[in-house]
């Protein structure tokens, strides 16, 4: 009797093998299902990879937050359904915020000690991601911030990285080619009013604002910030119209900026230029509740679907995201955060997968000395965990003429002005001739 080895015991039979064997090409099949159901178990057969942050999901900021957490998600999604990272999927471990900073350390503290988070990332905007580093910095954990703003210039923490293209000189970088466009224009401008929320980007830009206006040698009329409490903005815009200035810069925080708009259109305020630095005039449904009033502003802005802008993968993002924002009652558009939310988690996979490792060192290792491939193109760190060159665009809103959604689909109502590479169209100057 010939005896033929078995996986399921020392020795078979013959005639059991030969039974088996005639099963061959349905055995084959079974083999092939179970081949393609182990090879995915495999792909994601550990415990989560866990990646902790807080989003303002309620509060001031929550219409930008709720936005790139939209894209976070997708961003999850799309990682897990190609087996996760480091054969394990991955968890996105977030807590609402509520836009109020005092939140942030314990939100920190419990991810971390907790909920035992593998990894971190940055809140979104300055004054969330600013409150966290203390903690980040006591735990050696790798943080890359989203949309913080001069974040890491006193801490000076080589592990942070921000995911903001202001560049290394991030606090100029927001309002540089405001002034550079202004004082192109005939007559030169000669004076300028900037007023700032009294926060933690509102003040890092502001500084900036008066470093660039100092260099154009424009004479600062007013400079003055104001309590974030503030829901009255016509005795500051009031006060602003009564020193004349050519150029008024604005750094506020999105209810902030509504108010701002509206006070200058309700008082018939009427600068040559006027904008820079509004966190909020991106969001589509501030823009859809402003309308006309939005006409003549030039303020700052990250990306736009400009045909020099449609980096690989960032038209499909959007895409997918649109087809999602009504049910997931976020930005009808997604143009501001939502690119930077893919993209900050992007740079992390893109470490994680080179290293091998979600060991913190040896991410912001590979993160400091290397080029990522993201929505946003081409990204590399640099001093301070700056982008190692800066591309903010200041864009023109123009011929908005009601409060309708759709026009903002499309460049019709907005020109980017520049940089020169992405640039799409020239200024309107002075403000009053886009009214």
């Known amino acids: 009797m010939v005896l033929v080895a078995c996986a399921k015991g020392p020795i078979m039979k013959r005639r059991e093998f030969l039974q088996a064997a005639s099963l061959g090409v349905a055995t084959t099949a ?5 081949a393609v159901l182990t090879d995915s178990a495999v792909a994601q057969s550990g415990q989560p990879i866990k990646i902790g942050f807080s989003m303002a999901m309620t509060g001031g900021l929550a219409a930008n937050g709720k936005s790139a957490l939209l894209a976070q998600k997708i961003w999850e999604e799309d990682v897990n359904a190609k087996g996760g990272l480091l054969g394990r999927p991955v968890k996105l471990v977030y807590y609402d915020d509520q836009s109020n900073p005092s939140t942030v350390p314990g939100i920190y503290t419990k991810l971390l000690d907790v909920d035992k988070v593998e990894l971190i990332i940055g809140a979104y905007a300055t004054a969330q991601i600013a409150p966290a580093m203390p903690i980040v910095m ?9 949309l913080g703003l001069a974040v890491n ?44 929320a009294d926060q933690e980007f509102s003040r890092n830009a502001a500084d900036g604002a008066r470093e660039n206006a100092q260099k ?16 009255d903005f016509a005795p500051i815009v009031r006060a602003i119209a009564a020193t004349n200035p050519d150029l008024v810069v604005i750094f506020s925080y999105p209810p902030d900026s509504v108010g701002m708009v509206k006070a200058v259109n309700e008082i018939g305020f009427k600068p040559k230029m006027i904008g820079g630095g509004m966190v909020g005039l991106q969001a589509t449904a501030l823009k859809v509740q402003l309308g006309p009033m939005l006409n003549g502003f030039v303020n700052y802005d990250w990306w736009l679907p400009v045909p020099k802008m449609q980096f690989p993968g960032v038209e499909d993002l959007i895409k ?22 893919y993209a900050q988690l992007q740079v992390l996979q893109q470490a994680i997968t080179a290293t091998k490792s979600i060991e913190d060192k040896k991410l912001a290792d590979y993160i400091r000395a290397s080029t990522f491939k993201t929505v946003f193109g081409d990204v590399k ?53 886009a009214k």
Do not use: C
């Open 30 to 34: 079974v083999i092939g299902t179970l």
């Open 138 to 146: 006591s735990k050696n954990k790798v943080f890359i911030g989203l």
């Open 153 to 196: 210039n006193e801490f000076k923490y080589p592990n942070y990285f921000a995911m903001n293209p202001a560049g290394p000189d991030s606090k100029t970088a927001i309002t540089k080619d405001f002034f550079d466009i202004a004082m192109a224009q005939s007559p030169k401008p000669q004076t300028v009013a900037i007023v700032a």
């Open 216 to 231: 154009a040698g424009l004479k600062i009329l007013y400079d003055k910030t104001y309590p974030p409490s503030v829901t």
């Open 320 to 341: 997918r995201y649109q087809a999602r924002a009504a049910a997931e009652g976020v930005d009808a558009l997604g143009y501001y955060t939502a690119p930077w939310g």
């Open 381 to 433: 760190f640099g001093k301070d965990g700056e982008w190692a060159q800066s591309r903010v665009l200041q864009i023109q809103f123009h011929d908005v003429k009601a409060n309708d959604v759709e026009q903002f689909r499309t460049m019709n109502t907005q020109t980017v002005l520049t940089p020169a590479d992405y640039k799409s169209g020239n200024v309107i100057y002075p403000y009053e001739k």
